[in-house]
């Protein structure tokens, strides 16, 4: 394991390094970094390290999510309101009815297979999204009108409403019932990650307050600790609630970390965020890297020119749907186009759930992995690319 944690941390920093000196965005390295040393080409990273790979992205997701909470504005959500409800869902959900409507027409497969295939295809990416969000944040481009807040709110809702219907399509194909409550689930989840990861956020800050009035203030370093130890607490809690009551874990961490800096002293916060930053330097490796590994590049020709040409025409739609949310904003035309490309790339789920049907032995199995694979090689780097390439001339910076 020590082996391949090295050849994740030199070669993925390496490959990002080069790409990085020839105007490429990181990521790609260390995406093609992941591919070639994972299982499906080179086969050097130890299987004990793959059997543990979709924990460690969760930990690198949770370091992102820490500093990405830690640098919202409760004042600039409550501004942004009604969008970014509405970027949570509509989206995926113009992609999902997208492909629902046309694979079957391309493929020849089931409705619901379609529908199972457009849940895993219609997940944005956090592990893309989140970073470049938090960057325009701390250099206030975008921010005047709280654009990076609003994509960063909307994305991190898009998964818990693309993961609650991937479930509930995958229930019905293996025979099970589904009902209302299934559905109910996604807002339950939604309202029960905020509300407890709020309440976490106001305990700690008081905690950590009350230690400095006493003289015996905690370090940065120990608060990142337990920080850490909160949030992985609050992604146990989702799986431990899981039956009983939904809860989406991720939402509960970033709503805990935006509590925080809300009830600390800026100071406090600044130091808080620039510690997150410095393990942000590892976890992208670790994350990204292990998310190449996963990218099972045997699949990708098999899924043929169709699959290209149903991931563009899902893109198609979801990018109407973004459209669809801004109108009543003061965001201009620049702007908007900013936002959708903004919600195009595709890595971090369908990476994890991808291959889920063909474990299960569900006939589209081989079709929805082919898709996820070739969605992650075209969108993830194109995404990443045009994000990097128009934000200066898209966004504005603050003075």
């Not at 005047?144 to 995958?170: C, E, H, N, T, Y």
Request: proline share 5%; with cysteine; charged share 15%.
């Amino acid at each position: 394991m020590l082996t391949s944690l090295a050849l994740i941390f030199l070669v993925g920093l390496a490959a990002a390094a080069l790409c990085a000196r020839i105007g490429l965005p990181r990521i790609i390295g260390m995406l093609l970094s992941g591919m070639l040393l994972g299982p499906y080409v080179l086969g050097l990273l130890d299987p004990s390290i793959l059997s543990i790979s979709a924990d460690l992205r969760r930990m690198a997701l949770v370091i992102i999510l820490m500093k990405a909470g830690l640098s919202l504005n409760i004042a600039d959500l409550k501004r942004i309101g009604r969008p970014a409800l509405l970027m949570s869902f509509l989206p995926a959900l113009f992609e999902l009815l997208a492909v629902v409507l046309l694979a079957p027409r391309i493929f020849g497969v089931t409705a619901l297979e379609a529908a199972i295939l457009g849940a895993v295809l219609s997940a944005v990416s956090p592990a893309v999204v989140v970073p470049r969000m938090v960057a325009l944040i701390e250099e206030r481009r975008g921010t005047g009108k709280a654009i990076p807040q609003l994509i960063l709110a909307g994305a991190s809702l898009d998964d818990v409403f693309v993961i609650v219907l991937f479930s509930s399509f995958m229930a019905m194909a293996q025979g099970n019932s589904v009902g209302v409550s299934s559905f109910l689930s996604i807002p339950v989840s939604m309202i029960s990650g905020i509300l407890l990861g709020a309440l976490t956020g106001a305990l700690l800050a008081w905690f950590f307050a009350s230690r400095h009035a006493r003289g015996k203030s905690i370090r940065s370093s120990v608060k990142v600790i337990l920080l850490l130890g909160v949030a992985f607490l609050l992604l146990a809690a989702e799986e431990m609630l899981k039956g009983r009551l939904p809860l989406s874990g991720l939402l509960a961490v970033m709503s805990m970390s935006l509590t925080l800096a809300m009830r600390s002293a800026p100071c406090v916060v600044v130091r808080l965020k620039a510690k997150f930053g410095k393990l942000w330097l590892a976890a992208e490796a670790i994350l990204f890297v292990l998310v190449g590994a996963a990218v099972d590049i045997r699949y990708t020709m098999s899924a043929g020119l169709g699959a290209v040409l149903l991931i563009a025409l899902a893109l198609v739609f979801r990018s109407a749907g973004v459209l669809l949310c801004l109108p009543g904003t003061p965001l201009t035309r620049r702007e908007r186009l900013y936002c959708v490309i903004a919600y195009l790339p595709k890595a971090t789920v369908q990476a994890a759930i991808g291959s889920v049907p063909l474990s299960m032995g569900l006939p589209c199995g081989s079709l929805v992995l082919s898709v996820s694979v070739l969605a992650i090689l075209i969108t993830a780097p194109l995404g990443a690319i045009f994000m990097d390439m128009t934000r200066d001339c898209l966004l504005e910076a603050e003075p």
